[in-house]
């Protein structure tokens, strides 16, 4: 995905994901689309416990990118625009704050110029995310 | 990368490194992950931009 608006198909497509992780299993904690100030390309940030306290990765994107075949296509994220850090990570502290003070079933804008530890532009914010179903 | 799931997964963890991460303090199996992710010789991301650059 390029740099300018984030779209509505990807927003729709980033909730189809969360969900689906979901009822495989896989925890997520917190999700959003940030954009990110170094950068200035949209990626889709999740919050997952498959991260190690340490911050290894590797093993949970093996894991997502498993559900990612699955998805029924037309599906429009790729596995390089998504970014896992861990279910304690600043962020998912930040994210998780956010929704305690707007809580909503709707994705909520916002224009701060940081969320946890990551400089951003602009970022799309999921709600909280239904416990994983198995 | 669709054909080779493990060179995928080096691309994810490769992709996350950028240029302000030299200054964070990183876990070493963190920092052997992503060296691993760079190196390896089957699956790795060098082996795979050699081929193509």
Known sequence: ?134 | MAADPELQDNWDVVKDWKESSRYLRTAKIQAEELSEAIIDKRHGVLSWVKVRW
């Open chain 1, 1 to 134: 995905m390029g740099q300018g608006s984030l779209v509505e198909m990807l927003i729709d497509d980033g909730k189809r994901l969360i969900d689906r992780l979901s009822e495989e299993g896989v925890a997520v904690t917190a999700a959003c689309w940030l954009k990110e100030a170094e950068d200035s390309q949209w990626f889709l940030y999740l919050a997952t416990p498959l991260v190690s306290e340490e911050g290894a990765t590797k093993a949970a994107y093996r894991r997502v990118n498993t559900v990612i075949r699955q998805m029924p296509q037309p599906f429009w994220i790729d596995s390089l625009e998504i970014k896992l850090v861990g279910a304690g990570s600043p962020l998912a502290r930040a994210v998780q704050d956010l929704h305690s003070r707007y809580p909503g079933p709707s994705p909520i804008p916002y224009r701060g110029s940081q969320l946890g530890d990551i400089n951003i532009e602009a970022a799309s914010i999921y709600p909280p995310v239904a416990t994983p179903v198995r």
